[in-house]
């Protein structure tokens, strides 16, 4: 299972065009999107989950790939407590080798992730 953790770019909010403030949102999504689906990810062979930041960009997160994946958004807290809420909820659906990769990190590979993963 590859987990992939990502945020929804944010756009700045002082704006007070809300037409160029969407706009703005809309290249900000398309930018997040790319980068959870570039490298290995998309190609992924195996089960894939995306981890949005919390519970309000799950919907985003369903429509980020062209592809069947799971969404769990992630849980408060650090780092470390985000990651083992969403270890935790992707093994208990019964996934016992989970490999955790983050959306800024596009330069890995579809090897790269297998060979991680071996």
């Known amino acids: ?4 953790f990502c945020r929804r770019p944010q756009i700045d909010a002082a704006s007070r065009d809300w037409r160029a403030r969407w706009a703005r949102q809309m290249r900000c999504d398309r930018a997040g999107a790319a980068g959870v689906r570039a490298g290995g990810a998309l190609a992924w ?4 989950v995306i981890a ?5 960009e799950a919907r985003w997160a369903q ?10 958004p992630q ?11 969403v270890d935790r909820a992707v093994r208990a659906l019964g996934h016992e ?5 983050g959306s800024d990190a596009p330069s890995l590979t ?9």
Not at 1 to 4: N, R
């Open 45 to 48: 062979p195996g089960g894939l």
């Open 1 to 4: 299972m590859l987990v992939v």
């Open 63 to 72: 429509g980020l790939l062209e592809r069947e994946a799971s969404v769990q």
């Open 97 to 101: 080798r989970v490999l955790f990769i």
């Open 52 to 56: 949005p930041e919390n519970p309000t």
């Open 75 to 85: 849980a408060r807290g650090n780092l470390g407590e985000r990651l083992n809420a």
């Open 110 to 118: 579809l090897p790269d992730l297998l060979a991680a993963a071996s």
